[in-house]
């Protein structure tokens, strides 16, 4: 039992998702951290204070915190924006870059010169007209 345990753990995929919860983590703070102290103020130089902390409404007495969601929901888009601007388009563009385009497959037919029809490659008649083909030396 112990043996399909330690078999499971040590397995390539769970240690690379262990660690790809760790990289994670810790890229999710420092995500976190250029949200909150580079991106917010900046906006805020631009537009001024943005904490929508204060707005909020009353209904039968209980309290509605608008404010905290506006927060919450800029804070993700501002996170989104900078996950997507700084990370996944030079990712995009890295691996564009690498990626070789294949090498074109070789033709397996040409055209009949009389009547332009598609016939196989190594073909001495065409089957449309029947005319005369000279085969190309490969």
Partial sequence: MLSGFKQFILR???VDMAVGVVIGAAFAGVVGAFT???LTPFIAAIVGK???SA?????????????DFINALVSFLLVAAAVYFFVVTPINALVSRMRKAPAPADPTTKKCPECKMEIPIDARRCAHCTSQVTVQAA
């Fill in 12 to 14: 390539g995929n769970v």
């Fill in 55 to 67: 707005i909020s409404f009353t209904i039968n007495g209980s309290i509605f915190a608008l404010g």
């Fill in 36 to 38: 909150k102290d580079l």
């Fill in 50 to 52: 943005p904490d929508f």
